[in-house]
């Protein structure tokens, strides 16, 4: 199978967004994702696209989608808009672009942030 190009527009505190990069991880396939929460020295050079740190991303990401929600996953060149791990996965195999596993994931594929996650995300950008 070829490596497929993806790009994810992501946000870092996220229960959608942890479980697209849960099911990335589970097949192991690199992905665009330029976060500059990290270190905003190198916002350019990472790899996470990160639309709440970074406005041109969320700009980029609605042009593109065609809509405001996210995650949205770029897959060789096919939009997947407010889209939930799970529906990455299922888009990936019916693709044929990865066989399916039953590997366990270390988040929920299809779940919010817990009330706790949101809770600390509010007071670290207070």
């Known amino acids: 199978m070829q490596t497929p190009e993806i790009t994810a527009y992501l946000k870092t505190y996220c229960g959608w967004s942890a479980g697209v990069r849960a099911v990335l991880a589970k097949y192991n396939l690199p992905y665009t994702e330029k976060d500059i929460i990290q270190n905003p020295a190198f ?34 060149g096919h939009m997947l808009a407010d889209v939930s791990g799970e529906e990455v996965e299922k888009f990936l195999v019916e693709n044929k672009i990865v066989h399916a596993n039953d590997a366990e994931t270390d988040v929920p594929t299809n779940a919010p942030c817990p009330t706790e996650q949101h809770e600390a995300a509010v007071k670290l950008n207070l």
């Open 43 to 76: 916002r350019w050079e990472m790899e996470t696209k990160d639309i709440i740190q970074n406005p041109a991303f969320r700009w980029e990401m609605e042009t593109k989608s065609g809509q405001p929600l996210s995650p949205c996953v770029e897959i060789n």
